[in-house]
């Protein structure tokens, strides 16, 4: 299983842009890369994923460069509401295969 | 997508007691897994529960400590035996279905155990 590494916090202000950058450098071909996003007292709920290149969607961009050890969510313009703890994920796309979570993100959005 | 409804949501409970957590979901799905979140920390996979056959446990998650039933593909239970204060977290369930763009995985809101 490819273990990841992110930093374990950052604080931003409202209406910036944020990059959080996860490192997994054991991802094997197989692997996609998942983002997950967890408010306290909620369980993780699903960001954004991909294999390669850049996936976008309405709530963030995923930016994953060839060699695939590294990606970077990105998150546009953040509010207060987007304060929160983001992991990154990689491992098959297979509804048995299960979910290894590392230490994840805290991030914290001022005013 | 898949909708998890897991109970209770929140028990404190007496050492040396056990609690049986149920998760219920929408559809039917092959695999339910287990977290532990302790407080501030990430989730732990307790075990994977699949229909018709034991639990796979983690390293460090006994079926002793952690018993689990899986009678069909939509619910599932795990109890928490013996409960001690170092079990004080949050439990969550957890299936894997397709989503948005592939297969994402869904999660209960969570069970949270305080052990006095």
């Known amino acids: 299983l490819a273990k990841t590494t992110q930093p374990i916090s950052m604080d931003s202000y409202e209406g910036q842009e944020v990059n959080i950058t996860c490192s997994h450098n054991n991802i094997a071909t197989n692997d996609y890369i998942t983002w997950y996003q967890q408010f306290p007292s909620q369980g993780p709920r699903f960001i954004i994923q991909?294999?390669?290149t850049k996936v976008t969607n309405e709530v963030a961009s995923l930016f994953i460069p060839a060699d695939r050890k590294s990606s970077t969510l990105s998150l546009p313009r953040v509010s207060l509401s987007d304060t929160a703890v983001y992991y990154c994920?990689?491992?098959?796309?297979?509804?048995?295969?299960?979910?290894?979570f590392g230490s994840g993100t805290r991030l914290l959005v001022r005013p | 997508s898949a909708v998890i409804s897991q109970k209770p949501s929140r028990d404190i409970c007496q050492r040396g007691t056990s609690l049986t957590i149920q998760c219920q979901v929408d559809?039917?799905?092959?695999?339910m897994f287990w977290y532990r979140q302790q407080p501030g920390q990430s989730l732990t996979l307790i075990a994977t529960a699949n229909q018709g056959s034991e639990a796979t446990y983690e390293s460090g998650f006994v079926i002793d400590k952690f018993p689990i039933s899986r009678p069909n593909l939509t619910f599932s239970t795990l109890t928490v035996s013996n409960m001690s204060p170092e079990d004080s977290s949050i439990y969550l369930c957890?299936?894997?279905?397709?989503?948005?763009?592939?297969?994402?995985?869904?999660f209960g809101q969570g069970t949270r155990l305080t052990v006095v």
């Open positions: 994920l990689v491992g098959r796309m297979d509804s048995s295969y299960k979910l290894i």
């Open positions: 957890s299936v894997e279905d397709g989503g948005q763009s592939g297969t994402e995985a869904f």
């Open positions: 991909g294999y390669k």
């Open positions: 559809s039917q799905v092959t695999m």
